[in-house]
């Protein structure tokens, strides 16, 4: 089955800067790569997501990249703000369910 | 539109107890999701239903939970006899249909029921 990769597992960056978060997946057939945030005791939200047809998708302050020879994919989240603390979640999915990494912390200090 | 309604939101249990949880999905949405997502980790896929039919339960521990989806649109997730490494978050989601490059569609979860096995 599919197995997803996620690094790092605890983020903190400073008001204002950029962070990344950096997902590998194993099974090639994977075709649909969202990202979720969830905040403490909260559902996970989606936030962006990207189809394999499509190597870069932005929505404001967040892009997604995939590259889908390497079996990698990536949330940047530009210009951080303090409401973007939460534990970020990939996950990969090959039309059926969605399989998760293991999530990053993201703190952004004031 | 309203979203993925689930209860109850907590549930505190002792060990070799039963317990249920219900979820409703958005209306209209063929597939349903439950996954169990233990305290720091990512949520892991129980089982999916495609209106009331399963689609993958390959990771249900099936001597111990069952889920069933009457009449394809809520469900309920049983756990006989609950363990104290079930304690943790149970998530539904659902969606329109199921994932693809072709649907324009995405997995709503709902708030999740807190299982705490003591």
């Known amino acids: 089955g599919e197995n997803v990769e996620q690094h790092p597992s605890t983020l903190s960056v400073q008001e204002g800067d950029s962070a990344v978060i950096k997902c590998t997946y194993s099974?090639?057939?994977?075709?649909?790569f969202p990202w979720y945030k969830q905040e403490l005791g909260k559902r996970p939200q989606l936030i962006i997501d990207?189809?394999?047809?499509?190597g870069e998708k932005k929505d404001q302050r967040i892009a997604v990249t995939l590259n889908k020879t390497a079996k990698h994919f990536s949330l940047h989240i530009t210009e951080t703000q303090p409401e973007d603390s939460a534990v970020y979640f990939c996950?990969?999915?090959?039309?059926?369910?969605?399989?998760f990494g293991s999530g990053t912390r993201l703190q952004v200090q004031p | 539109e309203a979203g993925v309604a689930q209860s109850p939101r907590y549930k505190i249990i002792e060990k070799r107890q039963s317990v249920a949880f219900w979820c409703n999905p958005i209306?209209?949405?063929?597939?349903l999701y439950w996954y169990q997502q233990i305290l720091g980790q990512g949520p892991k896929l129980l089982i999916q239903?495609?209106?009331?039919?399963?689609?993958?339960d390959s990771q249900l521990p099936k001597d111990r939970f069952s889920a069933e989806r009457l009449k394809g649109v809520d469900s309920t997730l049983k756990i006989q006899p609950a363990k104290l490494e079930d304690s943790a978050v149970y998530l539904c989601?659902?969606?329109?249909?199921?994932?693809?490059?072709?649907?324009?569609?995405?997995?709503?979860f709902g708030q999740g029921t807190r299982l705490t096995v003591v």
């Open positions: 989601a659902s969606s329109l249909g199921q994932l693809s490059r072709r649907i324009n569609t995405e997995a709503f």
């Open positions: 099974d090639s057939a994977s075709n649909y």
């Open positions: 990207i189809r394999s047809n499509v």
């Open positions: 996950a990969a999915s090959r039309g059926r369910a969605l399989t």
């Open positions: 209306s209209g949405h063929a597939t």
């Open positions: 239903f495609q209106n009331n039919g399963v689609v993958d």
